[in-house]
């Protein structure tokens, strides 16, 4: 009897323990003047069909983490975010998280200067929508775990930097900052220490233009100054104290 030849094809690699699938999921904050908002998209597919939670999916075996996290959330809501201007918030690997099977999501956060701009839901997502990050629907998963963490990661980065300021549209009122900080630190601030503190940075520019929409007095309109910006991250200036 001859002896058998051996195969040159390679078999897989088989892992001897089974391992979880990942996704990414990303909150991205957005701030309207007056309310502190996040992006939600409406499930069109099962689980939790018809039920809001925050965009993302699974990873693609080729892609980065932040890359399909940018993926993801361009397709459920056609805002595009560049993979490094994502902030990674961490993972989420609660057995019982996700009916389907063994699930880990990667969560990241995104400060959005434009939360008044037209979303485009698409990929499995039924709907996409802002809502009021302090008292958001019911969130599918455990993304209100998530959305927990968001907020915390939020107020951490108001006392010991300038990230949230990101959340202001290219020109602005100061009260417009001051209700920002008042949110996210989730208590009234002195009115008057904020101002007299904040401007002294020389981070805030007059822009020499005034809001006439309001029918009290014109509030003059300020823009952020880039050059400060750097300086006072480097000193690690933070808005709330």
């Not at 399909?68 to 975010?81: C, F, I, K």
């Not at 599918?140 to 549209?169: E, M, S």
Request: hydrophobic share 40%.
């Amino acid at each position: 009897m001859s002896t058998p030849r051996k195969s040159n094809i390679r078999k897989p690699y088989q892992y001897a323990y089974p391992h979880p699938a990942v996704t990414v999921d990303t909150v991205v904050f957005g701030f309207t003047g007056w309310d502190l908002q996040v992006l939600l998209v409406r499930r069109a597919q099962p689980p939790f069909a018809g039920q809001w939670a925050f965009p993302g999916g699974f990873l693609d075996m080729q892609e980065s983490l932040e890359t399909s996290a940018s993926r993801e959330l361009e397709e459920e809501t056609g805002l595009s975010v560049a993979p490094e201007n994502l902030h990674q918030l961490g993972a989420f690997g609660r057995p019982d998280r996700d009916p389907r099977e063994r699930v880990v999501s990667v969560a990241f956060i995104f400060l959005s200067s434009q939360a008044n701009q037209p979303l485009k839901p698409g990929s499995d997502a039924a709907e996409a929508q802002w809502f009021d990050a302090l008292n958001p629907p019911a969130l599918a998963f455990d993304h209100a775990h998530i959305l927990q963490a968001a907020l915390v990661w939020l107020h951490a980065q108001a006392r010991t930097g300038l990230n949230p300021l990101a959340l202001l549209p290219p020109t602005f009122k100061f009260p417009q900052v001051q209700r920002l900080c008042e949110l996210i630190a989730g208590r009234p601030l002195d009115k008057r220490n904020l101002r007299h503190r904040l401007l002294a940075t020389g981070l805030f520019v007059p822009t020499g233009k005034l809001d006439r929409s309001e029918h009290r007095r014109p509030a003059l309109m300020y823009r952020l100054s880039p050059s400060r910006w750097k300086t006072l991250h480097q000193k690690g200036l933070g808005l709330i104290g």
